[in-house]
């Protein structure tokens, strides 16, 4: 119930109808606001508080939890909701629904191609080699499969050797956002600059390039796991930028044993309650216009 306070203070307490009717109708993909039911709210708080489905909640014995949850939404938007449920009504559920595919001109993706075998080149000039693990690429420098840290003395805090010397570094392993790798060359640099071993995952679909497959962010959280089991890597410490917050977010809840430590840039992931941040990443159709201002229940009257 803490991350719920936190989301009720994130906006005012008295949102006015006007900008909650804008807050709600875009949360649940433009169904009308007098249709979004307690049962609706319930099913969105589920998910969004729990990563959960109502079933699931009830099998859990949590389901008390939605309803004192719509409550309070009740009372601090000064708004009641109808009792029941409104069948097919849909909300924006990005970490479960499949990502948006559009595609540009064939030009658009011969240009990341290039920019593609650029980054390639640059990170083989940084000491960099390429792997692949089914369908994700990965890059990595400094990591031995034959040393102590592939096999997995990383972060456990005993010696590396009988002879009594200090573990290995848990490398670094980051993710990058939309653009892809090629963005991301001098960052890169400045980490690799540290001295310590690192491992870079070129999100193929996030780099913008012609992709047969588009996963989800859990199976991407899957796939990385199963890269730090090929290179022998037990612990990482995560950075994360823009998109690649999200995926940063999904492995602390999803495999915490594997971090070490967690670095997150631009964390849009901790504004996945702003429906207009959401739509416009996820959601909204290319060519059509951003949408703005509802970012929060409160955001009309902040000024």
């Known amino acids: ?40 709210m319930e099913e969105l708080m589920a998910y969004g508080m729990w990563y959960r489905t109502v079933p699931e909640m009830e099998a859990a014995g949590l389901s008390h939890f939605l309803v004192e949850m719509v409550d309070k939404l009740e ?6 909701f109808p009792p029941g449920y409104t069948q097919g009504v849909k ?35 940084m000491g960099f080699q390429c792997h692949s693990l089914g369908s994700t690429v990965y890059y990595t420098r400094g990591i031995d499969s034959s040393s102590a840290l592939a096999r997995g003395s990383v972060g456990g805090g005993r010696s590396s050797s009988a002879g009594g010397a200090p573990p290995a570094p848990a490398p670094i392993l980051f993710l990058h956002g939309v653009g892809g790798l090629v963005i991301y060359l001098e960052l890169i640099w400045q980490i690799v600059r540290l001295n310590g071993p690192v491992i870079v995952v070129d999100i193929r679909h996030m780099g913008m390039r012609l992709s047969p497959r588009i996963p989800c962010v859990d199976e991407m959280t899957s796939e990385i796991r199963a890269v730090l089991d090929k ?4 612990k990482v410490c995560v950075v994360g ?4 917050t999200l995926v940063a977010s999904r492995l602390v809840k999803r495999f915490p ?4 430590a967690l670095c997150l840039i631009d964390p849009v ?5 702003m429906p207009h941040l959401l739509h416009n990443f996820f959601y909204r159709r290319l060519g059509a216009g951003p949408c ?12």
Request: hydrophobic share 45%; net charge positive.
């Open 1 to 40: 119930m803490e991350m719920f306070r936190r989301f009720l203070e994130a906006g005012e307490s008295d949102p006015g109808q006007a900008n909650l009717e804008a807050y709600l109708e875009l949360w649940f993909q433009g169904m009308p606001w007098d249709q979004i039911k307690r049962g609706n």
């Open 75 to 80: 009372v601090a938007w000064k708004h009641t």
């Open 91 to 125: 909300f924006m559920s990005h970490l479960w629904d499949d990502l948006k595919v559009h595609y540009r001109p064939l030009a658009f993706y011969l240009v990341m191609e290039g920019c593609a075998l650029f980054s390639w080149a640059a990170m083989r000039l």
């Open 231 to 234: 290179v022998g890597v037990r």
């Open 241 to 244: 930028h823009s998109y690649g």
């Open 257 to 260: 044993s594997r971090l070490h």
């Open 269 to 273: 992931c901790f504004g996945m309650y």
């Open 292 to 303: 703005c201002g509802a970012g929060g229940p409160g955001a009309a009257r902040r000024g």
